[in-house]
């Protein structure tokens, strides 16, 4: 199952397809006993997609058998047993992908000639992706991380190796010649390469990083490196030869205090906003707001959702699930189209926002 959404996947998923591309959504959960229900819904949701798929006209014989065998084939893939809260099916034909999210999604079955994707958007900005970068004198490993986890990742050649020289150690204590390994040219040239090739990836993801590793080596990347300068160094050797746990019970003090600062920076700047009349409270009010572009900086409680209806384009009303044109996703489809036009996204704990109702906005004018 996948979890990693760089930009070049979701410009891949993006891409118009040949119809149908089926999107497949349903909420799952981590825990018993709720748990227990999540292999009937997920059979019940992809059987609705076939139903639906063998009730269009649109579709022919050929393309409804090889989108029916790609959803066989991507529900076999499913991993319940390690679920997080949300899953997504995509099925076109030749192709599909299984997305397991850290963020619940509504119940649904959408035929189109693209793949739904805000769900995605939104479970990945929720997450507050970093990376973490662990360096020794012959490994350096690439993690990416999120709100609970981290995993390797292989994105820009990592891990990067050498073959450290099999120096005559007893020889060379006798003579007083040790020189340490950080001050290696071998060594230093290696760390430099990681440091270039991990400022390639964070130009083409931008992330928080964390660097672990000897204090020796993060000194020396101090020296050579440049990116690698302004992340947050974590004193913790042996991790790029560990284990994602390992590397997790690392870095995880760190990250909880960051997202500590982030949260009092995003409101103190949203009690600047109030002051100054740049301020959008509540989901029709900052869907207004996302729509026109106007929106700089998005706060969102970490579990606020809201069902509502769109009264003829103008104004969103509450709405129960299930309801006529009803739209459970909408603080997705806010946080998407607020991505699109350049703001900043900020998940916040349940309760923060107080009288702005789970969702409040800072505008650019």
Not at 76 to 98: R, S
């Given at each position: 199952m996948?979890?990693?959404?760089?930009?070049?996947?979701?410009?891949e998923?993006?891409?118009?397809?040949?119809?149908?591309?089926v999107?497949?959504l349903?909420?799952?959960?981590?825990r018993?006993?709720?748990?227990?229900?999540?292999?009937v819904?997920?059979?019940?949701?992809v059987?609705?997609?076939k139903?639906?798929?063998?009730?269009?006209?649109?579709?022919?014989?050929e393309?409804?058998?090889?989108?029916?065998r790609?959803?066989?084939?991507?529900?076999?893939e499913?991993?319940?047993?390690?679920a997080?809260?949300?899953?997504?099916?995509?099925?076109?034909?030749?192709?599909?992908q299984?997305?397991s999210?850290g963020?619940?999604?509504?119940e649904?079955?959408?035929?189109?000639?693209t793949?739904?994707?805000?769900?995605?958007v939104?479970?990945?900005?929720?997450?507050?992706?970093?990376?973490?970068?662990?360096v020794s004198?012959?490994?350096?490993?690439?993690?990416?991380?999120?709100?609970?986890?981290v995993?390797?990742?292989?994105?820009?050649?990592f891990?990067?190796?050498?073959?450290?020289?099999?120096f005559?150690?007893?020889?060379q204590?006798?003579?007083?010649?040790m020189?340490?390994?950080?001050?290696?040219?071998?060594?230093?040239?290696?760390?430099?390469?990681?440091?270039?090739?991990?400022?390639?990836?964070?130009?083409?993801?931008?992330r928080?990083l964390?660097?672990?590793g000897?204090?020796?080596?993060?000194?020396?990347?101090?020296?050579?490196?440049?990116?690698?300068k302004?992340?947050?160094?974590?004193?913790h050797?042996?991790?790029?030869?560990?284990?994602?746990?390992?590397?997790?019970?690392?870095?995880?003090?760190m990250?909880?205090?960051?997202?500590?600062?982030?949260?009092?920076?995003?409101?103190?700047e949203?009690?600047?906003?109030?002051?100054?009349?740049a301020?959008?409270a509540?989901?029709?009010?900052?869907?207004?707001?996302?729509?026109?572009?106007?929106?700089?900086?998005?706060?969102?409680?970490?579990?606020y959702?809201?069902?509502?209806?769109?009264v003829?384009?103008?104004?969103?009303?509450?709405?129960?699930s299930?309801?006529l044109?009803?739209?459970?996703?909408?603080?997705?489809?806010?946080?998407?189209?607020?991505?699109?036009?350049?703001?900043d996204?900020r998940?916040?704990?349940?309760?923060?926002?107080?009288?702005?109702?789970?969702?409040a906005?800072?505008?650019?004018?």
């Amino acid at each position: 199952m996948e979890h990693d959404l760089s930009p070049s996947t979701l410009s891949e998923l993006r891409r118009p397809r040949a119809y149908p591309a089926v999107s497949v959504l349903t909420p799952t959960h981590r825990r018993e006993p709720e748990n227990a229900q999540d292999p009937v819904r997920l059979r019940n949701v992809v059987a609705e997609a076939k139903k639906q798929l063998e009730s269009d006209p649109a579709v022919t014989r050929e393309r409804r058998s090889d989108v029916v065998r790609q959803l066989d084939q991507a529900l076999a893939e499913v991993d319940l047993a390690h679920a997080e809260d949300g899953l997504v099916i995509f099925a076109a034909p030749g192709e599909h992908q299984v997305w397991s999210l850290g963020r619940t999604v509504p119940e649904r079955v959408v035929l189109s000639d693209t793949f739904l994707t805000r769900n995605l958007v939104s479970a990945h900005a929720a997450e507050r992706p970093f990376w973490v970068l662990s360096v020794s004198p012959d490994r350096a490993t690439l993690w990416s991380g999120g709100t609970d986890r981290v995993m390797e990742d292989g994105t820009g050649g990592f891990p990067l190796t050498r073959r450290l020289e099999n120096f005559d150690a007893e020889r060379q204590e006798r003579i007083g010649d040790m020189p340490s390994t950080f001050r290696d040219e071998g060594t230093r040239h290696f760390l430099r390469e990681a440091d270039a090739a991990m400022g390639m990836i964070l130009r083409e993801q931008p992330r928080p990083l964390y660097i672990t590793g000897e204090q020796a080596a993060l000194s020396t990347l101090d020296e050579v490196g440049s990116v690698t300068k302004e992340a947050v160094h974590v004193p913790h050797g042996g991790l790029a030869h560990g284990t994602h746990d390992a590397v997790w019970q690392a870095v995880r003090p760190m990250v909880a205090a960051e997202a500590r600062r982030s949260t009092d920076a995003v409101a103190r700047e949203l009690e600047t906003a109030r002051g100054r009349r740049a301020f959008a409270a509540g989901v029709d009010e900052v869907w207004h707001s996302a729509r026109e572009g106007r929106v700089r900086l998005l706060a969102v409680e970490e579990n606020y959702r809201v069902t509502v209806r769109d009264v003829l384009g103008d104004h969103l009303v509450p709405a129960a699930s299930g309801d006529l044109d009803s739209r459970e996703d909408i603080v997705d489809e806010i946080v998407e189209q607020c991505l699109e036009t350049g703001a900043d996204v900020r998940f916040v704990p349940d309760g923060m926002l107080g009288d702005a109702h789970g969702i409040a906005g800072i505008l650019r004018y």
